[in-house]
């Protein structure tokens, strides 16, 4: 008879005086009560509670970051696996490689390879979980010049599902199992297994060149989004932007790589010619800039939406934004776009999952408040912003769920619906690892609309 599987690491329960901390997440707009949280020290504490989950017949959800911005990495009388202390930074500079551990945060990984001179492209919300962000392409101020997270990925541990109540660690690169390498590069995290170390390019990095320009208001919002969205995309490869407003004002962030104050002036001179807006410069190493991208507000509730942009939103469009943006439910409500073109249209050795290389640009409306009885108002105005703006888009991005879409496959994953659902029938057959979204076993099913790519 076989002996039954017992959890190791910590083991959090409901009535453990820390349980509601533990079971939390980022976005208190989500609550769910597990039946237990492991904190998983170890790989081998992965594989115990992946195999004591299956003997139990519980359901399971990996988490690390906790920023599942739908609260999917928890769920009510399952078992949460948490990884986000699994921390781990090995650097190979021959190589130009770190291995590094699952349960890094964004805003951990920048300095502890900074500190080395190295950088890989991340986000630019430090308190993210870097594994979800490779896993679902990843973007921020390096991105086109290094290429998406995803594109720097070369290797990965992860912990599947083995037979009828068992589980297994196995070894992900190009050259075994290199079909969910290409799976893990913008599939999405979750789909799989539970990844517990991720092997990623690195660059090195000297000082870079940063600004951000600030309006007061919305006057100039209208120009703004006419001139970025023209000519961030084709900028040097050099030079990643973003804009975003919030209820009072705009603001612009851009980051040059190998170049200087002049050339970063020179190349933003159409939108720093607007208005008279206000400037911070900074050349530093890229640790001490990203502390000042890593802004993100401190409000408890959150819904977002998400779209890639693959052509210049017309007059209609930019009205449209500025008319919702003048009506938000809460000041920290906003509108953010970020620059693709780049590196971003050159798919890594091996491919990716990720499909929205030919993209201009990415946005994303998002409803931010802080008392509870505006949850009503900030989600109708974040769904009716983000359904109004659908026209004008061309596919949506799986870290920022449009929940619910009822054409989420082909929104997130494009062409690659199919490959991916081989993918999901080869690793996990069983469906171990499902959530609202997750990619299904089975057939593809054909989307009654139109995909639009």
Known sequence: MTTPTELTGEVVRPGDPDYDAARMGWNKLHSRHPEAIVFCNDTQDVVDAVKWAREQGIALRARSGRHNLEGWSSLDGGVVIDVSRMKSVQIDETARTVKVGTGLTQKETVPALGNRGFVVPTGSEGAVGLGGVVLGGGFGLLTRKLGLACDNLLAAEIVVADGPNSAKVIEVNEHSNADLLWACRGGGGGNFGIATSYTLKLHELPNVDFVIAHWDGHGHLPELLRIWQREAPIADDRLTSSLEADSTMIELSAVLLGGSREELDEHLRPLLAIGNPGLTYMNDPWPTIYQHVDRAPEVPFWKFYSQFVTRP??????????????????????????????????????GSAFPHRDALFYCEPGAAWDEPALEPQALRWASEFSEALRPFGAGAYVNVPNFP??????????????????????????????FEQSIPVGEPIRSPGTVRR
């Open 405 to 434: 879409s009822p054409d989420w496959e082909h929104d997130y994953y494009g062409s690659n619906v199919e490959r991916l659902r081989q993918a999901k029938a080869t690793y996990d057959p069983q469906n171990v690892f499902s």
């Open 313 to 350: 939103y017309p007059e209609e469009a930019i009205a449209l934004i500025v008319d919702y943006m003048a009506n938000t439910p809460s000041p920290a409500s906003n509108f953010f776009c970020s620059s693709f073109g780049g590196a971003v249209r050159n798919a890594p050795h091996g």
